[in-house]
């Protein structure tokens, strides 16, 4: 049988947020400057007690993005942003009990099969004298997944620059329509729609540390179900909160800034998490600059989540053995290095990520046989022009 | 949900933080540089998102305004 | 609440500023100064020597992308008009001044550039943003306060100096 993975849940990232915004500074820029990153990770293969049955290698993936920022005429900048992601792998389809009882997973069907996701935005920005206005459209598609966006967005600042208060408004349309529906008896055509909202202040504390706190509030309706799950049915509508926290400052006889992000998040499935993340920005001579960071993360599960799918649940009963709405706790970390030549500037990124039961600060009632453990590498390079 | 009132509190709160220290137009240079951006590589930050929201439950974030070198 | 009546205060003291905003506005005397040269060898700079040419004051850091923009095209303007009477004054706010001197080593500039780390002549003259520049007629009146630096600003800066010279 053929198979197919679940990109919805990917694909319901690509909000006008996730997408890289044009620098807020207070001016346009003067120059051009074009990006591209290539990435690759990997997730770590299933061990035989989690899945006795079938496939044990899951994601793996390659991402490339570009960007180009370009100033235009006295007061405006242009952007564009472009993704191509190429998949292969497979994933989790349905959660059963092993020979022992205990919960075990299965993935879907045999490995070498692909999906590619493509996506397009185009925005600008117009600076004023204390602030500025942008917004962006863009468009993403795949095999069975196809969302249309919008972001808009303005910041002004106060106080003689030292505080600035920032507005973001994004709205997103999805219709997925899984592959081999009639073949699976999955639904035919969907659709969801997603709307936040995002007010931040930031605020320069001295001539070394800034901080910056933000609010945002997202509100989704429509099919937010797994349909490549075989038995997965969630709520039509979920209201997200999430409140960050950022704080910047810059070691003067160290030349290195410290990065510190904290960031606290609520949803009506019942999902609460916490996560804080930590880098160090390590000038070195000759233009070099080495970052380490580290993140813990940690969530509660989803009201409805189960480890073990229960075939036999009425459609007006919510169920889900998706290991993103079980209770776990995750450690991540990795360097970048970076270096730049005059107009050019390369980088290199590291990362290792493992999720597991016991990082969980909440208590795990429930756990989930499927938690991911991944291995990321990425190479970029800036040019400016 | 119960824990909003406190959050909203802490966040206004933050929000009134009205400057601790005059920082003058010219004395900016530390909070220019790349490395005290908010975001000092938005295609790294943009699929970090990515990749953790399809591996997560949680979404959003900040938008990033504010810092930097003033300058115009 | 305590919180909030400093917040009020400091609303207040802020919009009453906002009325001043510029010690040195268009029609003002230029507040004269003297500071070292950022070049170790140059003589100390005063303004008040400069009366009786037209001087375009700038002030500039390199961690001001804008400036570094605006430098060269200053230096262009420089040789265009100093045999009519043009001085250009480009004050360097960079602390540690070395900062400054290393971005010139790439980019020489042949105008005058005092060199104020501590950030007292800007203070003077209420810089409101990077960067600030001041046209000065031959009596060291301000004729011009241009702030920022974006395109299509060298054309318009460029046509007050030429008015300026052609009055003298």
């Given amino acids: 049988m053929k198979t197919h993975y679940s990109r919805s849940l990917i694909a319901l990232s690509t909000t006008a947020l996730a997408l890289p915004g044009i620098s807020q500074g207070d001016a346009p820029p003067l120059d051009s400057t074009f990006s591209y990153k290539f990435s690759n990770y990997k997730e770590d293969d299933l061990s035989r007690t989690e899945a006795p049955f079938g496939e044990l290698e899951r994601y793996d993936i390659d991402v490339h993005q570009f960007q180009l920022i370009t100033p235009w005429g006295r007061n405006m900048a242009l952007q564009v942003d472009g993704n191509y992601e190429s998949l292969s792998g497979a994933s989790p389809w349905f959660t059963s009990t092993g020979l022992d009882g205990e919960p075990v997973v299965n993935l879907s069907g045999a490995s070498g099969i692909r999906d590619r996701r493509s996506e397009l935005a185009i925005g600008a920005r117009y600076y004023l004298e204390n602030g500025s206005i942008g917004g962006n459209i863009g468009y993403s598609e795949e095999d069975d997944y196809r969302a249309r966006y919008i972001g808009l967005s303005g910041e002004r600042h106060f106080n003689n620059d030292l505080t600035t208060i920032g507005l973001g408004f994004s709205h997103s349309a999805d219709d997925i329509f899984p592959t081999d529906a009639s073949l699976f008896n999955r639904v035919a055509s969907e659709s969801k729609q997603s709307t936040s909202l995002v007010l931040s202040v930031s605020q320069i504390i001295n001539q070394t540390t800034t901080v910056q706190t933000a609010l945002s509030i997202t509100e989704q309706s429509g099919y937010l179900s797994d349909p490549y799950k075989l038995f997965d049915v969630r709520p039509d509508d979920k209201t997200q909160f999430a409140w960050s926290n950022s704080f910047r400052h810059f070691f003067v006889e160290a030349e290195a800034a410290a990065h510190v992000n904290y960031r606290l998040y609520h949803d009506d499935f019942g999902v609460s998490s916490h996560t804080l993340d930590f880098a160090w920005h390590q000038n070195l001579p000759d233009d070099w600059r080495i970052i380490p960071n580290i993140r813990y993360y940690t969530q509660s599960a989803a009201k409805f989540f189960t480890n073990i799918d229960n075939p036999f649940t009425s459609s007006d009963q919510y169920q889900s053995s998706d290991y993103r709405l079980a209770a776990f706790g995750a450690i991540s970390g990795g360097f970048s290095v970076v270096k730049n030549w005059g107009v050019w500037t390369g980088t290199l990124t590291a990362e290792r990520y493992v999720a597991k039961e016991k990082y969980s600060g909440y208590t795990v009632a429930l756990p989930s046989t499927a938690l991911v453990s991944y291995t990321r590498l990425s190479v970029g390079f800036d040019y400016t022009f | 949900m119960k824990q909003l009132p406190r959050v909203l509190a802490l966040f206004l709160a933050f929000a009134m933080i009205s400057g601790c220290v005059e920082v003058r137009p010219w004395e900016r240079g530390y909070l220019a540089r790349d490395e005290m951006a908010w975001d000092s590589d938005p295609l790294e930050s943009a699929l970090n998102d990515h990749i953790f929201f399809s591996k997560e439950a949680s979404s959003g974030g900040s938008s990033a305004a504010g810092g930097g070198c003033g300058c115009n | ?168």
């Fill in chain 3, 1 to 168: 609440m305590k919180i909030k009546n400093t917040t009020l205060m400091t609303l207040t003291l802020a919009l009453g500023l906002a009325g001043s905003v510029y010690a040195a506005e268009e029609g003002d005397i230029a507040p004269d100064f003297t500071l070292p040269s950022i070049h170790a060898e140059a003589a100390d700079i005063t303004l008040s020597d400069l009366r009786g040419k037209v001087v375009y004051l700038d002030f500039w850091a390199s961690w001001c992308a804008p400036c570094l923009k605006s430098l060269p095209l200053y230096n262009d303007m420089y040789h265009r008009y100093k045999d009519q009477g043009l001085e250009v004054v480009a004050v360097n706010v960079d602390n540690p001044i070395e900062d400054g001197t290393e971005w010139l080593i790439d980019t020489p500039l042949d105008f005058l550039i005092p060199a104020d780390p501590d950030g007292v002549v800007p203070e003077l003259y209420e810089v409101f943003g990077m960067p600030t520049s001041y046209l000065i007629d031959t009596d060291g009146t301000v004729k011009l306060v241009h702030m920022g630096f974006r395109d299509g600003d060298m054309e318009v800066i460029e046509a007050e100096v030429q008015e300026l010279l052609a009055a003298q």
